[in-house]
């Protein structure tokens, strides 16, 4: 059998590229370490040759917070996914790996943090542990503990839900970056910029609240889950639960919100995502009114409060 030049040409490169292609050590396979930068160089805005900080919070809108006073210098991660109910959360293996390379956590005092803390430290012992709710006194959570029976102390019943007060975020955002310039003091200048910007408008969208929420006759809302306290007391509006004790409520509990919410003329229940809506939505039925959906989690803090007064106002 005789081989034209050719086909031997191909089958040499044929060979050749197959070797490479499926074999372990083949440049295809190569863990690309050599190539990729190293997780500082990743640091290292391309831009403004600055280094990025990496920073992890619980929940989606302390990520706006955070990323208004950063800015550009800092990368932010979130634990604990918007549609899932943060008190209770269980961290994942991935977002525990990620932490390595992390500068920086920032607390809201939520529950499953004070359980996940020292794993957290334990990862990562050069990572700051940042309290953002220095100098906030929180409230007792109304008759609540979620689901916290075994671990319930004085911690645990604290309303955790201050990211929903404009007043309170305000101090947040101070707490916020008065550490973030101790982990980055070269950029203090532009975050201080930052944070005076930010503290303007949240003066702002507290005013356009205040105004939305001014002339509203009732001022009792009933909400599946308590989140509203702090917004509540902010705007003088009083909130009346559905759960209770992070429970779903007994019929008794069902007839007697009813009733309340018959002699109120309440005629809208507020529940949110990831919540079931079933008993909702019996008061619902029984007073002849409807169902409505507000997110205290959602990642666009401000746009978010600011619908929620808009759909206060016409439903209140
Ligand atoms: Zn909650």
């Excluded at 503290?199 to 105004?211: G, K, M, R, S, V």
């Excluded at 949110?272 to 997110?295: D, H, L, R, W, Y």
Aim: charged fraction near 25%; aromatic fraction near 8%; glycine fraction near 4%.
């Amino acid at each position: 059998m005789k081989y034209s030049l050719k086909s031997l040409i191909l089958t040499g490169i044929g060979t050749i590229l197959f070797l490479t292609g499926c074999g372990e050590n083949s440049v295809k396979n190569q863990p690309v370490v050599s190539q990729k930068p190293t997780s500082t160089q990743e640091k290292i805005d391309p831009e403004t040759k600055e280094k990025t900080l990496d920073l992890m919070v619980s929940i989606a809108p302390q990520k706006y917070f955070v990323e208004k006073i950063g800015g550009d210098r800092i990368r932010v991660n979130v634990m604990v996914d918007p549609t899932v109910e943060p008190e209770i959360y269980e961290p994942k293996p991935q977002q525990l790996s990620s932490l390595e390379d992390t500068e920086g956590y920032i607390t809201i005092g939520l529950p499953f943090e004070n359980k996940w803390l020292d794993k957290f430290k334990s990862i990562n012992p050069q990572m700051a542990i940042i309290d953002s709710t220095q100098g906030i006194e929180r409230l007792e959570m109304v008759d609540h503990d979620h689901g916290h029976e075994e671990e319930s102390h004085a911690e645990e019943t604290l309303d955790p839900h201050i990211w929903l007060s404009p007043a309170l975020v305000k101090k947040q955002a101070q707490n916020i970056y008065e550490e973030l310039i101790k982990l980055d003091p070269s950029n203090q200048k532009f975050y201080q910029e930052n944070l005076a910007q930010f503290l303007t408008e949240i003066d702002q969208l507290d005013q356009e609240i205040t105004n939305n929420l001014k002339d509203i006759n009732n001022r009792k809302f009933i909400v599946f889950h308590p989140a509203w306290t702090y917004f509540a007391k902010d705007y003088n509006l009083e909130q009346i639960p559905v759960e209770v004790g992070g429970q779903e409520p007994s019929a008794a509990e069902l007839a007697q919100l009813i009733t309340t919410a018959k002699n109120e003329n309440i005629k809208v229940i507020f529940v949110q995502p990831e919540f079931k809506i079933k008993s909702a939505q019996t008061i619902a039925q029984e007073i002849k009114g409807e169902v409505i959906m507000i997110n205290p989690n959602d990642p666009d803090w401000a746009e978010n409060l600011l619908k929620v007064s808009e759909v206060f106002k016409t439903k209140l």
